[in-house]
Every structure is written in structure tokens, then in C-alpha cells.
T-cell receptor, first 110, second 117 residues
Framework: RKEVEQDPGPFNVPEGATVAFNCTYS??????FFWYRQDCRKEPKLLMS???SGNEDGRFTAQLNRASQYISLLIRDSKLSDSATYLC???????????FGTGTQLKVEL | NAGVTQTPKFQVLKTGQSMTLQCAQD?????MSWYRQDPGMGLRLIHY???????DQGEVPNGYNVSRSTTEDFPLRLLSAAPSQTSVYFC????????????????FGEGSRLTVL
């Protein structure tokens, strides 16, 4: 089983829709979580960190559920420019490494 | 504002050839790493370094060597290229990783697309 798992999608949504992605993780020792965004044939870039209390950044909301070992990303009022692959990432301090999920592809359409 | 610079961006090798992917960062980050990205596999860590003179293996280190003689540079060497090493390689650096904690932001280079025939 992969340490971080995501539904690869694609999620095809109309502009203005709300869309949510979930990501599950298997390593209960994972300390921190993040969402990265990767545009086609580009490098990943940090979208937001995920805090236990949940956090919001504009149209984006991230939440962590440690009991069920999943994190989520909610995007409201989707824009065409939101089309990208969203990577779920977990950090395990003992190994000093970030583990990336395979990504969920989002396509926002007119 | 260079950030993380990788060269070359594209490379075609024949099986058995060796080469070095260069990576340099100008942000004074202690932590540097190399990932490869393959369809359906996500980003997988090859090697990483928490400071000059210190390197460690990641998830898929076989067939690759690294060294870290300076804070700025972290080259990745392919010793004898194989078709299984056809991939997109990303170098990344971070301020906050390496001390058992993470501020989370890895800064990536633009990637190097390697094809091994």
C-alpha cells in the first residue's frame, strides 16, 4: 500500500463549481501535511499547508482528520486557472522526507 | 531571482552511458533533494542532503550517486544509464526540512527530462 494515496481523477467540473479531493495516508507517524499544485509539464509548487484545526486561503480550504488518517482540499468557485494536478504530501520527521501522492487531476471547464 | 536551477532540461542517453544532472540553489537552503516523477508513480525521493558533506538515500537510490560539497550544489550522477531511468527528474531545496520538522515548502527546479534508449 502506498504511504499517501489519492484518486487520480480526472475531476471534470464546470467553472464556478465546488470540488473536493481526499487523500489518505498510512503512516500514523506523519507529522505534517501539505497540498502542492503541479501544472502540466511544470514543477510542483506549494499550495497550502494543512493544519489539524483546518485552514483556509481564499477559495481553498484544507482539513486534516488524524483519527481517520485523511486530508482534504476543498476548492470553491472553481476557475479555469485551477486546472492542474493536486499533490497530497505527508512529512515524517524521523526520515526527514516528504512523501508525495500520485496526484489528483482537476479540469475546470466552461 | 534564480531559486533552484537544474541543467540540462532535456537529455537523451544510450544504455550504459553516464551523466550528471546539475542542481544549484541560491537561497542558502541546507536541505536539498532529488526526485523522479513517473506516470502513475508520483514523485519518488532518490537522494537527499541535510547539509554540505551529508547525504542519504531516499526511496529509489539504486543507480544514482550524489555528493554535496557546497551548500549551493547537489549534482545527481547516473552511473550506467538504463531505460528504467527514463523519467523527469526534479531537484528541490528547502529551508525548513532536515531538523525533524518541516515548514513544508520545497522549492523545485523546472525539471530535467531524461530519455534512455
Amino acid at each position: 500500500r502506498k504511504e499517501v494515496e489519492q484518486d487520480p481523477g480526472p475531476f471534470n467540473v464546470p467553472e464556478g463549481a465546488t470540488v473536493a479531493f481526499n487523500c489518505t495516508y498510512s503512516n500514523s507517524a506523519s507529522q505534517s501535511f501539505f497540498w502542492y499544485r503541479q501544472d502540466c509539464r511544470k514543477e510542483p509548487k506549494l499550495l497550502m499547508s494543512v493544519y489539524s484545526s483546518g485552514n483556509e486561503d481564499g477559495r481553498f480550504t484544507a482539513q486534516l482528520n488524524r483519527a481517520s488518517q485523511y486530508i482534504s482540499l476543498l476548492i470553491r468557485d472553481s476557475k479555469l486557472s485551477d486546472s492542474a494536478t493536486y499533490l497530497c504530501v505527508g512529512f515524517t520527521g524521523g526520515g526527514n522526507k516528504l512523501t508525495f501522492g500520485t496526484g489528483t487531476q482537476l479540469k475546470v471547464e466552461l | 531571482n534564480a531559486g533552484v536551477t537544474q541543467t540540462p532540461k532535456f537529455q537523451v542517453l544510450k544504455t550504459g552511458q553516464s551523466m550528471t544532472l546539475q542542481c544549484a540553489q541560491d537561497m542558502n537552503h541546507e536541505y536539498m533533494s532529488w526526485y523522479r516523477q513517473d506516470p502513475g508513480m508520483g514523485l519518488r525521493l532518490i537522494h537527499y542532503s541535510v547539509g554540505a558533506g551529508i547525504t542519504d538515500q531516499g526511496e529509489v537510490p539504486n543507480g544514482y550517486n550524489v555528493s554535496r560539497s557546497t551548500t549551493e550544489d547537489f549534482p545527481l550522477r547516473l552511473l550506467s544509464a538504463a531505460p528504467s531511468q527514463t523519467s523527469v527528474y526534479f531537484c528541490a531545496s528547502s529551508y525548513g526540512l532536515g531538523g525533524g520538522a518541516a515548514t513544508g515548502e520545497l522549492f523545485f527546479g523546472e525539471g530535467s527530462r531524461l530519455t534512455v534508449l
